[in-house]
């Protein structure tokens, strides 16, 4: 049992609340939270559910337009509320660091990483320059970044996204804090890097005794990773339980719901028949950017109302393979098949049916969607430029799409992207997609940065929609639970080449290509001991040879 003498951060009977116009609305509500040293609290809750705002306000900090407006916030002794500003300055960097969910848009992109690294510990007067970098790449090879003496001298730019990751977290240890708040830090990487930034996590934690804050929406990560798990809805504590309590025995109904959101699971259809045109063909595509090789020879089909799933780790092609069915990217060899006619290489050569044909939704609706234009706008344009209506006919046509995304018009039309949640940026993403009247959709991650009940919800539209409309998609993801539940068939990318493809249930079933076999066993499963176990099989005790180092 922790005793209260180790207490490092006590909140008692938090409100925050948010400005719209000139009211202010309630974010949290009056929510409590103890957190020892040494210890991981997982806080886990649906989009909004305030999970950030309260990772935030336990560094006594709030985002422009929230305040705290009651309770109190308490780390180390010390009133984070009402501390002068100088007072916070002194603590952030060097008791306590934050690490984001995206390290890309948080690096400065013009200074080298070990720039960046030094930065806090000097001007806390922690150490000088040299000293914090012979630290700063002690940190790297601890966190088994490549070339540690080196990497710290690249651009952010210049490493992945699994490395950048782990770069952060070594900057967030580079004063040793007391606490780190880890906001959504795998969200974004796929299954094996994952592994490896949860294993680098999980160690540096351990090994400096630090208490984080370990914020997620993905309920077998943090099984990994927490003590205790706290559940928050709409700014409302739900439950707390010790870990392994929480997952084996949760005592609230939406606590429940939340373990039993992935029951969403389409029926594979039939393969096709040998003598089908398929709507889509990529035959023999090679492709690169520059003198840089990005695709070799890579060939799969997607056949009428199917849904073909193409996965594999950040870097394996899957995104270059979308630009160049969609002419953004003119293969140097092969060619892309529409209903089994060629098409131009380069969009620009395409004729508007040509490109009508074949739409796409993004991964982060946040910018994909033009923060000044409406709804109404956004989705107005795609239906004007392919059906050239106009006026009440416009209007009755974006109103058809919206209802057909479950969005209400007369609420929605007029409103702009900054005023709807993310579940609901996404499906003014398909609308967009959707306005074209396509054959084909090609998904790029849609569902990767929303919480598993939002992501469940726009698997059931999309899912209702293939099937209303006939469509087929290419659905590009990361994430092997979405293609257990959207995927007729997988076709499995590495280092830009096919390794293997076929039916969901074929692919799932051993025996598999050594790739895919280390992509299914990289899923993380609600279970405590799930990553050691992991860990163990591949013959390593800690992160130390965990990640399959692929860079």
């Known amino acids: 049992m922790t005793e209260a003498r180790d207490l490092l951060l006590k909140i008692r009977d938090l409100r925050i609340e948010g400005r719209s116009d000139e009211d202010w609305f309630p974010i949290i509500n009056g929510v409590d939270l103890d957190l020892h040293k040494g210890e991981v609290l997982g806080l886990i809750g649906e989009s909004g559910a305030g999970k950030s705002t309260i990772g935030l306000a336990a560094m006594g900090y709030t985002r422009d337009g929230v305040r705290i407006s009651g309770g109190s916030v308490e780390f180390d002794g010390i009133d984070l509320v009402n501390a002068p500003a100088r007072v916070k300055r002194g ?29 806090a ?5 922690v150490s000088g320059r040299s000293d914090s970098i012979a630290d700063g790449t002690e940190l790297y090879r601890k ?7 080196e990497i710290g001298f690249r651009y952010p730019h210049q490493v992945s996204g699994g490395q950048l990751q782990r770069a952060m977290t070594a900057m967030a240890m580079a004063c ?21 930034v949860l294993a680098a996590i999980r160690q540096i934690v351990q090994e400096f005794d630090t208490a984080a804050i370990y914020i997620t929406h993905d309920l077998a990560v943090v099984a990994q990773m927490a003590d205790r798990i706290k559940v928050l809805l709409r700014g409302d504590e739900v439950e707390e339980a010790d870990t392994r309590t929480m997952l084996s025995a949760p005592k609230e109904d939406y606590t429940k719901s939340l373990w039993a959101v992935r029951s969403f699971e389409r029926t594979e259809k039939p393969l096709a028949g040998a003598d089908e045109v398929p709507v889509v063909s990529v035959r023999g595509v090679t492709a690169a950017y520059g003198d840089t090789p990005v695709l070799h ?26 630009r160049c069915i969609t002419g953004l990217l003119p293969p140097l060899e092969g060619e892309v098949l529409f209903n089994g006619q060629v098409l131009p290489a ?35 344009r795609p239906v004007q430029f392919y059906s050239g209506l106009h006026g009440l006919r416009l209007r009755d046509r974006v109103n058809e799409l919206l209802d057909q995304i479950e969005l209400d018009p007369d609420t929605f039309y007029h409103r702009l992207p900054s005023e709807l949640s993310g579940g609901q940026k996404q499906r003014v ?50 994430d092997l639970a979405t293609v257990r539940a959207i995927a007729d068939e997988v076709v499995v990318m590495k280092d830009g080449r096919v390794v293997e493809q076929g039916g969901k249930t074929e692919m799932f079933h051993p025996p598999h290509h050594a790739y895919t076999d280390l992509l299914l066993s990289s899923v993380p499963e609600m279970d405590p001991d799930w990553l050691d176990r992991l860990l163990a099989q591949r013959g390593v005790d800690n992160i130390g040879d965990a990640a399959v180092d692929k860079m």
């Open 91 to 119: 603590l952030l960097g060097r008791r306590i660091a934050y690490v984001a969910q995206s390290a890309a848009a948080s690096f400065n992109p013009a200074h080298r990483l070990i720039d960046q690294h030094v930065e």
């Open 429 to 478: 993403g398909i609308a967009r997609a959707l306005a074209a009247e396509p054959e084909f959709i090609i998904c790029d991650e849609v569902t990767s940065a929303l919480d598993q009940l939002v992501a469940e919800g726009i698997l059931r539209l999309l899912a209702r929609l293939q099937d209303e409309l006939g469509l087929s998609y290419m659905f590009i993801t990361h």
């Open 143 to 149: 966190l088994r970044l490549p070339n540690p003496d």
């Open 346 to 380: 380069d969009y620009r050569k395409r004729t508007k049916d040509q490109l009508r044909q074949a739409q796409m939704i993004y991964q982060m609706a946040d910018t994909a969607l033009n923060p000044r234009r409406t709804i109404g706008q956004i989705i107005g």
């Open 121 to 125: 510990p000097v001007q806390h007067g």
């Open 297 to 322: 020879d890579v060939s799969f089909d997607i056949h009428a109302g199917r849904t073909v799933a193409v996965v594999g780790e950040s870097g394996s092609g899957k995104s270059t393979t979308a």
């Open 176 to 196: 040793r804090p007391d606490l780190i708040i880890f906001d959504e830090p795998t969200t974004a990487l796929d299954v094996t890097t994952q592994i490896e």
